[in-house]
């Protein structure tokens, strides 16, 4: 999605062993205005807020798989774009059994206004999800859902109370249409699946 002046979007990198192509999801956002600075300062919150609310230990990670870095893209007001990498190289812990790597974690983002154009998805790589957590049907325990949205309400939330005017949005098709600010996560209670995630 094309980045309206103002506004950032971040890029969360992911690589599972076996798979030569690394695995991503991105989230736009907003600082407290369209500096180079706050949008920087917007950047570094939403990365630290992950790391505290979402993988705050190698352990958060299944073994095989690498939380890589976490790629930004920041357009200032008047000025040229700003490329960030904040490098993790978190290799995971957890010897729980991975599903394969097409499925993923379905997560709606959610505003408070209608229609498509104002929701979004994450289709989470499952760096996390203990296979024996979903069933035949693709159903995830609830334990685990309700785990996993606690995790992400969490980020949300803090990234919002780390600096004042911080916002995550929902970037659009073109970049004259504004961002929608959003408000939650909805974590779904089945998987889905990512074809081109499967070589």
């Keep these: 999605m094309p980045i309206p002046e103002g506004y950032g979007e971040a890029t969360f990198v992911f690589s599972v062993a076996g798979d030569p192509e690394n695995m991503t999801f991105s989230m736009g956002f907003k600082g407290a205005s369209g500096s ?21 230990t190698a352990g958060d990670l299944l073994e095989g798989w690498t939380w890589v870095s976490v790629e930004g893209i920041l357009n200032p007001t008047g000025l040229p774009n700003v490329e960030l990498v904040v490098p993790k190289n978190v290799a995971g812990t957890n010897v729980a059994s ?77 970049a004259l249409e504004a961002p929608t600010e959003m408000t939650e ?3 779904r209670s089945k998987v889905a699946t990512q074809r081109r995630r499967l070589r």
């Design 185 to 187: 996560f909805l974590v």
């Design 98 to 174: 991975s599903p394969p790597p097409n499925v993923t974690l379905l997560i709606a983002k959610r505003s408070n206004l209608a229609g498509r154009a104002n929701r979004g998805r994450v289709f989470l790589p499952p760096y996390g999800l203990d296979e024996t957590d979903v069933d035949q049907t693709g159903t995830i325990d609830g334990a685990a859902v309700a785990l996993i949205q606690t995790k992400w309400t969490g980020w949300i939330d803090d990234f919002g109370f780390a600096t004042a005017g911080n916002e995550m949005v929902i970037l659009h098709a073109s």
């Design 36 to 56: 180079v600075a706050d949008l920087t300062q917007a950047f570094t919150d939403l990365v630290a807020e992950f790391t505290s609310n979402v993988i705050p």
